[in-house]
């Protein structure tokens, strides 16, 4: 059924491609169609010129042979098929909704191994919310060379879609997400409305709701690889990954404004086996926040700032569990951001945070630049409980540069009935970026050893492991 299937289309496809030979009007890559057939969504696809080739060896000559159809005519892209968003009618003026060509280039992309969604430089293409959503054939590509971008902020946003989202990967494995294009999110208009902090008459700051939707999210996926990217002016998290298992980030850079509220860069949770690299992060919060029930993360090579820094947490909210462990942040630039090295979370927790390393980090008028934080707290009004998330096995190593002096550049302000242990600091060295430190180093029932004495010194680190600790470890649940 299925061969017949593709036989069919590729009937077609012939049949295509002879008619528009004989009529010798379309060029490289760029097909004159009709205007009725640009709008027939069951025609575009079967006009994607590298869409027969992996298949059909026997009847794929005839488009190989001519140079016009471009990557086609090179034999080893027959093991890839481009699904050109412009052929399935997406127009890229930077106006027009091209949604429906996404999804339907999508749709065709996910049915063929190797797939590539192809939005193709110098176009600007428009699209609003939209779930891509798997299964899909492996080795699917979702490649943007131009521009992506939302609708022009929330007039714009169609009254009916989520406002919590744009772009979501759902259910996909062994997918890349990547090209030399820019993701443009239209933020501006999001941060102004009157219920983002101060954005209201004189200052004020209106009642909610307030959503504004995060970027691009991956949901229940494994196996990602997001790269090249240039991602910007988010109206709220850049990126998010949510259930996912077994993600590469490399080469990204994101961008926006200072002071854009709650623009985190990347945001992970529930999610395990992370690898971020050699990424540029600009932006008005969390540089990258690591959420509960992650495992295994790796943060390399990663310039920060302004930004509010890496984040752990925050953690056990409503007394949730939260399990986080084994996270190594290495070889990182923190600039001119109001936290560095965080870990925060609730009171009333439950859980652990443990085999958290830290190293090799510059830090550069930092505020707040080694911080754990077990009081965190939106409006002031938490109560002191009696359990906690649970912090042990933390180290900082060679973390070097200059902080902020309105904040004490070391402070470990740990739960009063859960300490955290063992926590290590060797080469720590941070001097005031200007003027003097007025706060010294503050400790609370944190619990380590310094293998070098740390500038500023901390003397209130405590030897060994508190009397409690048994009972603890027991407790944590992870
Ligand atoms: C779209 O293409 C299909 C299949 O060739 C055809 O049956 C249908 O009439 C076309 N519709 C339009 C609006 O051109
Ligand atoms: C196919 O493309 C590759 C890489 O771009 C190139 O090295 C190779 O020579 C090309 N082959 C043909 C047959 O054009
Ligand atoms: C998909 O699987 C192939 C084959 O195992 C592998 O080479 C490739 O790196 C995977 N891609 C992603 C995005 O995981
Ligand atoms: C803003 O402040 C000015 C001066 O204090 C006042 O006259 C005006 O009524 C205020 N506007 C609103 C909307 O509160
Ligand atoms: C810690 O995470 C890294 C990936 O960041 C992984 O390679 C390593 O196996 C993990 N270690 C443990 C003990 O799970
Ligand atoms: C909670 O405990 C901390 C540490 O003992 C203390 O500094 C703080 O004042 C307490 N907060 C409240 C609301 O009791
Ligand atoms: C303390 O933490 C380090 C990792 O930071 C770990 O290698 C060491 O085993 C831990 N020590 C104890 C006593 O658990």
Not at 49 to 61: G, K, Q, T
Not at 154 to 177: A, G
Not at 199 to 218: E, H, Q, V, W, Y
């Amino acid at each position: 059924m299925k061969i017949l299937h593709f036989l069919l289309l590729s009937l077609l496809v012939t049949t295509l491609v002879l008619f528009h030979k004989a009529s010798n009007v379309y060029a490289r890559r760029h097909h004159h169609i009709s205007n009725k057939q640009k709008n027939n969504k069951t025609l575009a696809p079967l006009i994607s010129p590298v869409y027969a080739p992996a298949r059909s060896p026997d009847y794929a000559p005839s488009i190989p042979s001519d140079p016009s159809y471009g990557p086609a005519a090179n034999d080893t892209t027959a093991t890839s098929c481009i699904f050109d968003v412009t052929d399935f009618g997406a127009v890229g003026d930077g106006d027009t909704d091209d949604t429906a060509a996404f999804k339907s280039a999508w749709k065709a992309a996910c049915q063929v191994e190797n797939g590539v969604v192809l939005a193709p430089n110098d176009f600007t293409f428009v699209i609003t919310s939209t779930i891509f959503s798997g299964p899909c054939q492996p080795g699917l590509v979702f490649q943007v060379d131009g521009v992506l971008a939302t609708p022009d902020g929330p007039d714009c946003w169609p009254e009916s879609d989520s406002h919590k989202q744009w772009i979501v990967f759902y259910r996909l494995d062994n997918m890349s997400f990547t090209g030399t294009g820019t993701i443009e999110g239209n933020g501006q208009k999001w941060w102004d409305l009157p219920c983002k902090p101060h954005k209201g008459p004189n200052g004020s700051t209106l009642p909610g709701p307030c959503d504004s939707p995060a970027m691009i999210r991956f949901f229940m996926s494994s196996n990602l690889v997001v790269s090249s990217l240039r991602i910007q002016n988010s109206p709220q998290f850049h990126m998010k990954f949510d259930g996912c298992q077994g993600v590469t980030i490399d080469k990204l850079s994101i961008f926006s404004p200072k002071l854009s509220p709650n623009t985190d860069g990347i945001h992970i949770e529930n999610t395990k086996s992370v690898g971020i690299y050699n990424s540029l992060i600009h932006n008005g919060d969390d540089c990258i926040s690591i959420g509960q029930g992650c495992a295994d993360v790796e943060i390399d090579g990663v310039t920060c700032g302004p930004s509010h820094g890496i984040s752990i947490g925050s953690l056990g909210v409503h007394n949730s569990r939260a399990c986080v462990s084994n996270i190594t942040v290495k070889n990182i630039i923190i600039r001119d951001s109001d936290n560095g090295l965080r870990i925060k979370t609730w009171q009333g927790g439950a859980g652990s945070v443990s085999g958290i390393s830290f190293e090799n980090i510059q830090m550069e008028n930092v505020r707040n630049s080694v911080i754990i934080d077990q009081y965190y707290c939106l409006t002031k009004a938490c109560r002191n409980e009696t359990s906690a998330v649970y912090l042990t096995d933390v180290s900082y190593k060679n973390i070097k540069g200059t902080y902020d002096v309105r904040s004490p550049p070391i402070h470990f302000a740990c739960s009063d009935t859960v300490a955290c242990t063992n926590i290590t600091m060797s080469e720590v060295e941070l001097l005031p970026y200007e003027g003097v430190l007025v706060d010294d180093p503050f400790c609370w029932n944190a619990y380590g050893v310094q293998e070098t004495l740390t500038i500023p010194p901390i003397d209130c680190l405590q030897d060994g492991m508190p009397e409690s600790l048994a009972e603890n470890v027991v407790s944590t649940g992870c």
